[in-house]
């Protein structure tokens, strides 16, 4: 998913990922302490520690209600097809529907496909290269047009416009088109503009994909915002992540970027068609501004309900949550990895000695405390494949990370063999609303100083990532040698996880997330045999090679499993955290007590 995405991010993240930003969600602040040590305050109070971890906390049908977000970091995009943070992925569940979406339950259950727009989970051909699936009646778009078939297409055949709308997860097109034949609607030559061969659409209620490989996660993709329907008439292209029109509960009524969005109910969503979404709140609000300090203290205070971004309450406000409000804290895993990525473009990061002497030389405590110690920040990483993934190993240690100190004997040694014994300058790229990336930052830059690596810290506007480091041209044009960052699987498997961060077809000019620019024959054909695969322990073996020869290439430089202490309204009802959704709450299943 998404980079911070992530993770979807998924997320990024991501999302994905894609990847999100910083810090808690909301609560009605005051009162006394409950028994768990948690503030009280507002109707339903304070669940306790951890009660809303793989479990639901505050469980009501109640309808009504604003249910206020609130966050530092506006989403990549809200496009379906161009978002990629993985905060994006669950805030997307309100407005978009896919076939296929994950199961509105808490944990690992979460990971389970189920129907969404899609009367099942799909008919699968024997040789698993063709897919077809039928859609349900009743299901409409916000002005009260029949979703079609045909409409499902299109959204798809977007993210072929990368030169259009770049910036989300390019699984369906590598899998659908991998020789890149199709090049997307806005050069579409047909008369219809659904020339995509891949996908036949009979009629407006049946969808069929005619994959010229099998995959094994092709259902994981279809369950991805990037596979949301979007109508023809109403596509403004790169402006249409302002409004995107809505198939989902809530519809859109107002967005100004960094600032505000406002969700009120659609009234053409049926209820009937949607076994997954509670559509509790009457209306949902997100305010977005740069200060984190003032956005926990404003969480606490319980002016917001929740963080859109969840990843976790900043250490100023941290004590005063743990010590006097603990009931409203949860502190779960979130399948993220925090990492530097040293793209090769940029020299002298170039040469792999130069690389390894900054991993030797990074001083792994000291970063774990940077991101907030294990529990707010996680345990420390030595490679890159989640533990939750099959084919990881976490006790991989090639480079002696869980020691927790640098090795600069082996890092000077690294440096005479790259041919700079003295040290060489680089600059480190970190986004500009992420402190505790920042601080991540000067642990790093403080590390290589020791060694004779001078680091200099480049904060850039992080709304703005995917062109900035997104972009391989001006990652070499700034000369980014070292790029902090973070990433959530899409989907459960080493596909999901690995392949846009270390698949060399997966290199983007805009929107790239294989930041390190890795392209090594052995490393794809490792993907696809993996992909064949339909045994996922077998699966996992391949997986286990590509993350060894990853670690090999020391193109990363990995620092946490992440976990985060994140806030929980005590407004908020039907709270639990998804393993779907990399350890955020599930969005669409929340409710608030008026």
Same mark, same amino acid.
Request: glycine fraction near 10%; include cysteine; aromatic fraction near 8%.
């Given at each position: ?15 994905? /990922? ?37 479990? !639901? ?37 309100? @407005?978009?529907? +896919? /076939? ?30 063709? @897919? ?106 790169? =402006? ?101 990525? #040293?793209? +090769? ?10 690389? =390894?002497?900054? %991993? ?55 440096? =005479? ?20 990336? %920042? ?8 590390? /290589?100083?020791? !060694?004779?690596?001078?680091? +200099? ?17 001006? !990652? ?29 077809? #997966? ?9 390190? +620019? ?23 073996? #391949? ?31 039907? !709270? @639990? ?18």
């Amino acid at each position: 998913m998404t980079p911070i995405s992530s993770s979807r991010r998924r997320l990024a993240a991501g999302s994905a /990922l894609v990847v999100a930003a910083l810090l808690g969600t909301a609560a009605c602040g005051g009162g006394g302490k409950d028994d768990n040590g948690g503030g009280g305050g507002g109707k339903a109070g304070a669940a306790g520690f951890n009660a809303a971890v793989n479990k !639901v906390a505050n469980a009501s049908d109640k309808k009504g209600g604003e249910l206020k977000f609130i966050g530092t970091q506006d989403a990549d995009s809200w496009d379906p097809q161009r978002g990629y943070y993985g905060f994006m992925w669950d805030f997307a569940r309100y @407005y978009t529907r +896919q /076939l296929v979406t994950f199961k509105a339950e808490p944990g690992a259950t979460s990971t389970e496909l189920v129907p969404d727009m899609a009367t099942d989970t799909g008919q699968v051909s024997p040789d698993g290269k063709t @897919y077809t699936f039928k859609l349900k009646s009743g299901l409409k778009w916000e002005d009260g047009k029949p979703v079609t078939s045909k409409d499902l297409k299109y959204g798809i055949e977007r993210i072929w416009a990368q030169d259009v709308i770049s910036g989300g997860p390019i699984y369906l097109q590598q899998v659908l088109d991998p020789k890149g034949a199709y090049k997307g609607p806005y050069k579409d030559t047909s008369k219809d503009k659904l020339g995509l061969s891949a996908i036949e659409t009979p009629d407006d209620q049946t969808i069929i994909f005619k994959l010229p490989k099998a995959n094994s996660d092709f259902l994981q993709m279809l369950a991805m915002p990037s596979a949301t329907p979007v109508r023809q008439d109403l596509d403004t292209k790169a =402006k249409y992540q302002l409004k995107p029109a809505s198939m989902g509960p809530y519809k859109w009524q107002e967005y100004t970027p960094n600032k505000s969005i406002t969700l009120v109910r659609n009234e053409n969503w049926d209820q009937a068609t949607d076994t997954v979404r509670k559509a509790l709140p009457d209306k949902i609000t997100v305010k977005l501004q740069s200060n984190a300090d003032d956005m926990d203290n404003r969480l606490i205070e319980g002016e917001y309900d929740l963080d859109i971004n969840a990843t976790g309450i900043g250490p100023a406000a941290r004590p005063k949550a743990l010590q006097q409000h603990k009931g409203n804290v949860d502190n779960p895993q979130t399948g993220f990895i925090r990492y530097a990525v #040293f793209p +090769q473009t940029v020299k002298p990061l170039d040469n792999i000695e130069c690389r =390894k002497a900054i %991993i030797y030389a990074a001083d792994s405590k000291s970063l774990q405390t940077a991101r907030g110690g294990p529990q707010a920040g996680g345990d420390i990483a030595t490679n890159m494949l989640p533990p939750a993934v099959k084919g990881s190993d976490p006790k991989a240690d090639p480079y002696g990370k869980l020691s927790g100190k640098p090795d600069e004997a082996k890092a000077k040694e690294a440096l =005479k063999k790259c041919g700079q014994p003295n040290g060489f300058k680089t600059t480190i790229a970190v986004r500009n609303n992420k402190p505790v990336e %920042i601080a991540t930052a000067e642990s790093l830059q403080q590390a /290589l100083a020791k !060694v004779g690596i001078t680091a +200099q810290i480049d904060q850039y506007d992080g709304a703005q990532t995917s062109g900035i480091i997104g972009s391989p041209k001006v !990652v070499k044009d700034k000369g980014y040698g070292i790029i902090i960052m973070g990433w959530g699987a899409d989907f459960p498997s080493g596909q999901g996880f690995l392949q846009p961060l270390v698949d060399g077809r #997966f290199i983007l000019q805009s929107g790239n997330n294989n930041f390190s +620019q890795l392209n090594d024959p052995a490393i794809n054909t490792l993907f696809d045999q993996a992909l064949a695969e339909t045994d996922p322990n077998k699966a996992g073996e #391949f997986y286990k090679q590509i993350n060894t020869k990853v670690t090999d290439a020391a193109v990363y430089l990995p620092f946490t499993h992440e976990k985060n202490i994140v806030w929980r309204g005590s407004r908020l009802t039907n !709270v @639990y955290t998804a393993d779907a959704y990399n350890g955020r709450y599930d969005y669409a299943s929340l409710g608030v007590v008026k």
